[in-house]
């Protein structure tokens, strides 16, 4: 009997042990340390004099961005919901008809360039998050912070985006 109760007191023991290790293990790791979000002001602009696409960039353009992408799916969502009001109408004269039909025709050419646009922004979001935006997907040179708010989902420098409309157009008139 004396034997068993030597053998649970070594278990117990390495049990001990194993439970302290993870513990300071997991303490002394550095990559677990989180920087604080870094805020910027609403009234907040870019400047040339900052390092480009600094950490406030990029929180800036993020909100910027995000913001313009809420407006584009409220707007959408109340063009869907007032445009299927009107189906209900139905005229006896063709031509009111031809003319309601020409008007959904261009709303939802409206709104499928808004969802393009909407999937834009979304790629743009990534950008932000992978470290790449503000810079040229060609030519890997800084697009430009005038350029970027003007267009905040820039994907090129100017000469990259003239040279890509080119190639479009000779590709069209083949």
């Known amino acids: 009997m004396p034997k068993t109760s030597k053998v649970k007191k070594k278990t117990s023991k390495i049990k001990s ?16 340390i989180v920087k604080a979000p870094i805020k ?3 009234n907040y602009i ?34 869907l919901y007032n445009g299927s009001m009107d189906d209900n109408s ?4 063709i031509v009111d008809q031809a003319s309601s039909y ?14 393009k646009l ?11 998050k992978d470290d790449t935006y503000g810079y040229c997907l060609d030519t890997a040179e800084p697009i430009g912070l005038k350029r970027l708010m003007a267009r905040p989902v820039a994907k ?15 590709h069209a008139d083949d």
């Open 156 to 170: 090129y420098t100017i000469a990259a985006q003239e040279k890509h409309e080119k190639d479009e157009k000779v």
């Open 90 to 93: 139905i005229s006896a004269d």
């Open 118 to 128: 909407i999937s834009e922004i979304d790629k743009a979001l990534t950008r932000i």
């Open 46 to 79: 870019p400047k040339d004099s900052e390092k480009y696409m600094c950490e406030k960039h990029k929180v800036f353009f993020r909100m910027k961005l995000q913001e313009w992408r809420k407006e584009l799916v409220k707007a959408n969502n109340e063009a």
């Open 17 to 32: 042990k194993t439970k302290n290790k993870p513990k300071s293990k997991v303490i002394s790791k550095p990559k677990d």
């Open 102 to 115: 020409t008007d959904k025709n261009v709303e939802m050419k409206a709104i499928n360039r808004q969802i």
């Open 40 to 42: 910027i002001s609403k």
